[in-house]
């Protein structure tokens, strides 16, 4: 669910449940769990009339629900990021028990397939890429549209404007009148943009939006990244990892070629990518010590 969906169904103002949301992400919850203890997981969701479903894990041999999500659905990425936390938390999974439906079923064989791409530390865990950000494409436009020209000009970020978590303008940059631009195509803070068709050299190559831009949008060939939580430790740390060898390696495996020298970056697969995610604080320690690091 959105801030504004939270909202709209609590009664509470989206200012309030931001300033909610900040606070517990200060002081959030610690659970260690230091033993691969074996389990057999009874995976079930449940349906309620505000088209919200409860989907629980809970461990029938040892008598412990160990995991439960609210969503919308039976999402099998979500699904799979769960089982995945699950054996991260330091469980090892025997057996899995469902109905039977798909989505599930597609979770586990996906989680049985892929193993955990790495160690990470008790306190963190794992969480696909598309359950951090939504993924939107930037502006299309035909050739015609730029020789029309107004007042209002409106820049156009194409995948050269884009480098190693930064980004600028140049002097062949793209300008079209704001009359071909909808307001929400301009960027805002906190997204993300990286090229979606572009070379091998230039791939997974991420930048930061950190101010909203009035007068600047991306292109078509370009992804928007935008994510769910605009925390600045969340924006500093994404954007870290987004520089990582890890990621990038990940985004050239996903590509398929297109023409001579380009490749398409596969959205449906960017968004299954799994992210190692720490504590809010333990975020807030690695942006401030890069930071502080004269590279």
């Given at each position: 669910m959105t801030i504004g969906e939270i909202s709209k169904a609590s009664g509470y103002s989206s200012r309030q449940l931001h300033r909610w949301f900040d606070e517990y992400l200060d002081e959030y919850p610690t659970w260690t769990i230091r033993t691969r203890t074996p389990v057999y997981l009874l995976v079930d969701g449940t349906y309620y009339s505000d088209n919200h479903c409860l989907i629980v894990y809970r461990a029938e041999n040892i008598r412990r629900t160990l995991f439960y999500r609210f969503s919308r659905s039976e999402d099998d990425d979500e699904i799979a990021s769960d089982l995945m936390n699950i054996r991260a938390m330091g469980y090892e999974v025997l057996g899995i028990t469902t109905d039977g439906g798909d989505n599930i079923v597609r979770a586990v064989e996906f989680v049985i397939e892929e193993d955990i791409p790495f160690d990470i530390p008790d306190s963190w865990c794992w969480m696909r890429l598309g359950c951090l950000v939504y993924c939107e494409t930037g502006l299309a436009y035909s050739k015609d549209n730029l020789n029309e020209k107004s007042e209002s000009m409106i820049r156009v970020l194409r995948g050269g404007n884009i480098d190693e978590g930064r980004w600028?303008?140049?002097?062949?940059?793209?300008?079209?009148?704001?009359?071909?631009?909808?307001e929400e195509l301009l960027l805002k803070r906190g997204t993300f943009i990286t090229p979606a068709v572009t070379s091998l050299e230039r791939m997974a190559k991420t930048a930061l939006i950190e101010t909203d831009l009035y007068d600047t949008v991306a292109g078509g060939f370009v992804l928007m990244l935008k994510p769910f939580f605009k925390h600045d430790a969340i924006l500093g740390y994404l954007n870290l990892l987004f520089q990582t060898t890890y990621y990038k390696q990940y985004c050239i495996g996903i590509t398929n070629k297109s023409g001579q020298a380009f490749y398409n970056l596969s959205r449906q697969k960017l968004m299954k990518c799994m992210i190692p995610i720490a504590p809010i604080k333990e975020m807030i320690r690695i942006v401030t010590k890069y930071e502080s690091l004269d590279l």
């Open positions: 600028s303008v140049k002097d062949d940059d793209v300008m079209i009148s704001s009359k071909y631009v909808r």
